[in-house]
T-cell receptor, first 118, second 110 residues
């Protein structure tokens, strides 16, 4: 089945560092990918919709200058947490849908990236 | 945005027992999806049920959907230790963006 790969799975870095997370669709072309954030023992909150070849669409309350999204190819979207601070520590998960399939289809999720800012 | 509520928040059952969890949502939907998340991992799709469907089965899983009440339920029969995970419902309102419920943490005791 379709697979979405997310890298890295775990990052620890100092405050002020910028961190890039990659999300790849391995066997389909994803024109749209989604980025979620999940705090411990909580649900997933949609941060933004990543659109290939155009600007990302951010959900209300998400700082676009803080969370830079680039979807430069049909198989790769990146999320860069700029000048990360401890409050940005969280579990970030991406997902993608296969546009080649018609009708109602589930999304495919990456394994997530645990970001810890010291 | 998060539009779903799930209950119970946590569920502890003996291996072999059934587990039922419920999900409620607020707006019209195109479909509702159930996902499982093992600790520290991504989400695994379980079942998608369309808005014009009322019940769906997949192995030991049974999902119902009542659009008049804006609610869904997930039943896991004959539970196993490997079913220990968090379960989330998610609604798709026809724009492919998923709104997740709060989740139910299921613990299956051996």
């Amino acid at each position: 089945g379709a697979v979405v790969s997310q890298h890295p799975s775990w990052v620890i870095c100092k405050s002020g560092t910028s961190v890039k997370i990659e999300c790849r669709s391995l066997d389909f072309q994803a024109t749209t990918m989604f980025w979620y954030r999940q705090f411990p023992k909580q649900s997933l909150m949609l941060m933004a919709t990543s659109n290939e070849g155009s600007k990302a669409t951010y959900e209300q309350g998400v700082e676009k200058d803080k969370f830079l999204i680039n979807h430069a190819s049909l198989t790769l979207s990146t999320l860069t947490v700029t000048s990360a601070h401890p409050e940005d520590s969280s579990f970030y998960i991406c997902s993608a849908r296969d546009p080649g399939l018609s009708g109602n289809q589930p999304q495919h999720f990456g394994d997530g990236t645990r970001l810890s800012i010291l | 945005s998060q539009q779903g509520e799930e209950d119970p928040q946590a569920l502890s059952i003996q291996e072999g027992e059934n587990a039922t969890m419920n999900c409620s949502y607020k707006t019209s939907i195109n479909n509702l999806q159930w996902y499982r998340q093992n600790s520290g991992r991504g989400l695994v799709h379980l079942i998608l049920i369309r808005s014009n469907e009322r019940e769906k089965h997949s192995g030991r899983l049974r999902v119902t959907l009542d659009t008049s009440k804006k609610s869904s339920s997930l039943l896991i029969t004959a539970s196993r230790a490997a079913d220990t995970a968090s379960y989330f419902c998610a609604t798709d309102a026809n724009d492919y963006k998923l709104s997740f419920g709060a989740g139910t943490t299921v613990t299956v005791r051996a």
